[in-house]
């Protein structure tokens, strides 16, 4: 049993290279809880914890660690005809979640919003076999490097069946979101926390740190909201599970950002 999974975020660091703190967690963007540095292994999550796998649309499901574990992000499995996607990750690969994932057709690739959640990544990739992408901006976050991490640049990468994942910034240099056309009429978008969709629902923050509550220069928020015009989403899902928009996802971003941008 080798504790190697930081219990406050969920990443896991390779054996024998398990820093005293974990620099995700002291990073002003995270904490480290008062009491101290805790880790935890990836036996004790699997005794521990079971995995939650709730279907969102004929072709998503939602999968979430239970109880909350880290941050208590969701992960995505989105099916299609031309290969399955998994969006973020949990760190709890449960045998009854790659058996239903299996059961699915398994997964073409991994792809990510930012290093939040990259979790037990490599042990999602060798699983199935599939690459993981991640925006090069991030690459010094990766502090488990296996041999299926691609690292792309740019604007956007291109997935399959007009799926792509798109470049923002600012929470992380490398953030990103997730457009998957085909999901509702105007076109869905999968944001992680690059976004940050409110318990009202009716407000979606943008910023540099959600947990310690430090803002982004209007400047950037500016050219986030502007990437985000030029792409075409009526609905948008967060990273927890209270956060779904469907239908006035263009028409909430619209309104919380005229609250602190003119
Ligand atoms: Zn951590
Ligand atoms: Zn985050």
Request: overall charge neutral.
């Amino acid at each position: 049993m080798i504790d190697n999974i930081c219990a406050t975020c969920g990443t896991q660091y390779p054996q024998g290279e398990v820093p005293d703190v974990c620099p995700i967690c002291s990073d002003d963007r995270q904490f480290v809880p008062e009491s101290g540095q805790v880790w935890t292994s990836g036996v004790r999550l699997q005794q521990q914890r079971s995995v939650l796998i709730r279907q969102l649309y004929p072709e998503v499901y939602e999968i979430k660690v239970l109880p909350d574990f880290a941050i208590g992000q969701r992960a995505f499995l989105i099916l299609t005809p031309g290969g399955n996607l998994l969006w973020d990750c949990i760190p709890l690969l449960s045998e009854q979640l790659v058996s239903f994932i299996r059961s699915k057709g398994g997964l073409k690739a991994i792809a990510f919003s930012h290093p939040h959640y990259y979790s037990n990544m490599n042990e999602w990739a060798s699983t199935f076999d599939c690459p993981v992408y991640i925006h090069g901006k991030d690459d010094e976050w990766i502090f488990n490097k296996g041999p299926r991490i691609s690292v792309w640049e740019g604007g956007e990468k291109p997935l399959w069946e007009g799926m792509k994942v798109i470049h923002m910034g600012g929470h992380f240099p490398g953030s990103a979101v997730l457009h998957v056309p085909s999901l509702s009429p105007g076109g869905t978008l999968f944001v992680g926390d690059t976004l940050y969709i409110a318990r009202s629902r009716k407000h979606i923050a943008i910023q540099y740190s959600y947990p310690n509550h430090i803002p982004l220069p209007a400047k950037i928020v500016r050219e986030i909201f502007d990437r985000l015009l030029r792409v075409g989403f009526d609905t948008m899902h967060g990273a927890f599970d209270f956060q779904n928009l469907a239908g006035n996802a263009r028409e909430v971003l619209g309104a919380s950002v005229g609250r602190y941008v003119v």
